[in-house]
């Protein structure tokens, strides 16, 4: 189970930190990734974390000012955004893969998303 929090309405320029709690599998062998779909678009990419944290991976669109973690300690991977545009509005998912690639097809779990509105 993978369970976001940390959603909300912010304007454009500030910050959110979002976090996802995963349960019920081995977190510390997973790569996770944040993807976000917006009304009327498909689900997209956002950022990927591999499972020891050493190697991390953007959407060009968000590189620059997201920046992916995990604490495998406990059981979390965060997605701290900065600068934020209106056009980030989005839900986030975040999801886990036991392969090392990131589409969506190849992750293996989801959460129910969260959902993050930039105003301007």
């Known amino acids: 189970q993978l369970v976001e929090s940390g959603g909300g309405l912010v304007q454009a320029g500030g910050s959110l930190r979002l976090s996802c709690l995963a349960s019920?599998?081995?977190?510390?062998?997973?790569?996770m990734g944040w993807f976000r779909q917006a009304p009327g678009k498909e689900r997209e990419f956002v950022a990927f974390?591999?499972?020891?944290?050493?190697?991390?991976y953007y959407a060009d669109s968000v590189k620059g000012r997201f920046t992916i973690s995990r604490d495998n300690a406990k059981n979390t991977v965060y997605l701290q955004m900065n600068s934020l545009k209106p056009e980030d509005t989005a839900v986030y998912y975040c999801?886990?893969?036991?392969?090392?690639?990131?589409?969506?097809?190849?992750?293996?779990?989801w959460g129910k998303g969260t959902q993050v509105t930039v105003s301007s």
């Open positions: 999801a886990a893969t036991y392969g090392t690639t990131w589409r969506v097809d190849d992750m293996n779990y």
């Open positions: 019920g599998f081995t977190f510390r062998i997973y790569g």
């Open positions: 974390i591999n499972w020891s944290g050493y190697s991390t």
